[in-house]
Nanobody
Framework: QLQASGGGLVQPGGSLTLSCAASGKMFNFMSMSWYRQAPGKQRELVAAVTAGGTTNYADSVKGRFTISKDNVKIMVYLQMNGLKPEDTAVYYC??????????WGQGTQLTVSS
């Protein structure tokens, strides 16, 4: 199971960190990622990190967002800087393990507005 947290209301230009707690063993996870879904839009990949630490970002967040994971706490984080109104969305964490099992968190709302 995944438990995402850390969303809220932030002013443009502000920063926020999302957290996602996963259950199980970190070595079972092939990848951990963050997605987001804005009203009326499809869910999109924001950032992902593989078991080996390789990261991947959507072009819209490159240079502003950083994904990281804690192998001891079994957590994945999304540090977001320079937030823009278009970053407003529900953010979901996702894990994929080597057995092909994909799990989604419940989502946490981020609103960027002045």
């Amino acid at each position: 199971q995944l438990q995402a947290s850390g969303g809220g209301l932030v002013q443009p230009g502000g920063s926020l960190t999302l957290s996602c707690a996963a259950s199980g063993k970190m070595f079972n996870f092939m990848s951990m990622s963050w997605y987001r879904q804005a009203p009326g839009k499809q869910r999109e990949l924001v950032a992902a990190v593989t078991a080996g630490g390789t990261t991947n970002y959507a072009d819209s967040v490159k240079g502003r967002f950083t994904i990281s994971k804690d192998n001891v706490k079994i957590m994945v984080y999304l540090q977001m800087n320079g937030l823009k109104p278009e970053d407003t969305a529900v953010y979901y964490c996702k894990t994929a393990n080597y057995n092909g099992i994909v799990s989604w968190g419940q989502g946490t709302q981020l609103t960027v507005s002045s």
